[in-house]
């Protein structure tokens, strides 16, 4: 027997196609037998207990609506169940009868069934352990024609499933095939899926592109290929363009669409363009609000050699939205080189406020960096701005960081973060720190003169000495 065979009716053609035919077996009168085992079989061989009560008191008459009704939802809330429980197989068989809501009397239902049963049927078959892409790719096309109206909606969903199992070729087909569908009104919702199904192709295409462009970087100019190859990049690099610049003008989130459009623009030499595009993209008010636009805009500007003004001008932005941010590090050495004192406050700031998250404790080079410029600030005489962090961290530093438990950890974990955490301790909490004493104390052959240079350090310039 084939894996596609195995499957539950869901997975079959017929599953959706004799839809009239299983509805009216579940209608169909009941047995004494039936009744005293009280489950029901279905032609397909599967049992759904849960439906015994509702399909009892099915009959012609003013009830049928109302037995309808709940069968349908109360089949409904078991395969969500089934999904939040990952019971995979179990949905499925309750989606073989819950396709009767096909048939619901209620047009509002039964307008709204096809996508319900797109959405959790797609579910089903993406980690159901007997799926494959035969079964799925025959559920996509089935809920197509019956869920007309989300032609589209699936057409872009079943590219995306077909992305994901490395069928590139067939998912631009799907692709081209949404891309020409035409059927009643166009909408304005309808608009932005074509849009957007054309620009996954385009990303297809910007794939394929960035491909032929690594093949040409290894060809030599005299290469009898290399021309070839060459045109190949100039023509995908269009019809990307075209397919993508239009997508990216609209108010969202289109970061890979984006990366790849400006690395073509950057490709052909329209530095320009792709700054443009760029700058839209991270400071356009109509765009949400999106960490990445200002990384994107910050490497390229990187990459051309922008003045450090401008550079730090997109990371103050990226700052204030992602204070803990890896790119936080390179700011603070952006504003430390500053001729601006306002800058050089600032880039104490920013050490501090990456430090207040728990997945930055254990960054060693953060700590080094605020290790030494806590000493450079209070040598330059600005204890106030490091009073201004530490006013709002008193209360919560020593024991998110400083404590003893911290203290022997980070020691037998790794040394060199533990004297680098020491020294900050030792500065801001003196040497009474139970943290700074317990690494004093410690007998370490190759950071014995480190130790000791941090504590004369310490006692010199810690902001709870009375001298300072």
């Known amino acids: 027997m084939s894996r596609a065979a195995s499957l539950p009716v869901i997975y079959s053609a017929q599953s959706v196609i004799g839809m009239s035919d299983f509805s009216e077996e579940l209608k169909g009168p009941v047995t004494d037998d039936e009744q005293v085992e009280t489950s029901v079989l279905s032609g397909a061989g599967m049992h759904f207990p849960w439906l015994q009560t509702y399909i009892e008191t099915v009959a012609i008459g003013g009830k049928r609506k109302k037995d309808f009704a709940q069968t349908t939802s109360a089949c409904l809330s078991f395969i969500q169940e089934a999904l939040l429980k990952h019971q995979w197989q ?20 039964r307008q709204a069934a096809p ?54 070729e067939d998912a631009k087909r799907k692709l081209s095939e949404a891309e020409t569908w035409r059927h009643g009104e166009k909408t304005s919702s309808r608009e932005i899926l074509i849009n957007l ?48 610049s239009a997508l990216i003008k609209m108010p969202g989130v289109w970061d890979p669409f984006v990366k790849s459009y400006v690395e073509m623009l950057e490709f052909y030499g329209d530095r320009d363009g792709a700054q443009e595009v760029l700058t839209n993209y991270a400071y356009d008010e109509k765009f949400p609000s999106n960490p990445n636009a200002h990384i994107y805009l910050y490497n390229f500007l990187k990459r051309q050699k922008a003045p450090r003004s401008k550079l730090i001008s997109v990371l103050k932005i990226l700052y204030q ?51 030494k410029y806590v000493k450079k600030t209070l040598m330059g005489n600005h204890l106030v701005w490091v009073q201004e962090e530490w006013k709002s961290r008193k209360n919560w530093w020593p024991s998110f960081h ?16 533990a004297c680098e955490k020491a020294f900050v301790a030792g500065l801001l909490l003196g040497k009474g720190c139970r943290y700074f004493r317990y690494i004093l104390k410690q007998d370490h052959q190759i950071l014995g003169k480190k130790i000791k240079r941090m504590k004369r350090s310490v006692k010199k310039y810690s902001i709870v000495n009375p001298r300072l």
């Not at 590090?329 to 306002?342: A, G, I, Q, V």
């Open 402 to 417: 400083f404590s003893y438990f911290w203290a022997k950890s980070d020691w037998k974990e790794d040394t060199a973060l």
């Open 321 to 371: 939205i992602v204070p803990s941010h890896k790119l936080m590090l390179e700011f603070h050495t952006l504003l430390r080189k500053s001729e601006k004192e306002e800058h050089h406050k600032l880039g104490l700031e920013v050490l501090f406020g990456v430090l207040d998250f728990a997945g930055c404790t254990k960054n060693i080079t953060a700590w080094k960096y605020l290790a």
């Open 90 to 109: 179990q949905a499925a068989e309750y989606m073989h009868s819950y396709f009767q809501t096909l048939e619901d009397s209620d047009s509002y239902k």
């Open 115 to 168: 996508e319900i049963i797109w959405k959790l049927g797609s579910e089903i078959l993406f980690y159901h352990p007997k799926s494959n892409v035969e079964t799925f790719n025959t559920f996509a096309d089935r809920m197509k024609n019956i869920g007309i109206m989300n032609y589209l909606k699936i057409s872009l969903q079943h590219a995306l499933y077909l992305l994901h199992h490395g069928m590139l």
């Open 197 to 244: 199904i054309q620009a996954y192709k385009g990303l297809l295409q910007y794939y394929t592109w960035s491909k032929k462009k690594r093949e040409l970087s290894k060809l030599d100019k005299d290469d009898y290929a290399y021309s070839a190859v060459a045109q190949d990049v100039f023509n995908h690099s269009w019809k990307t363009s075209v397919n993508i």
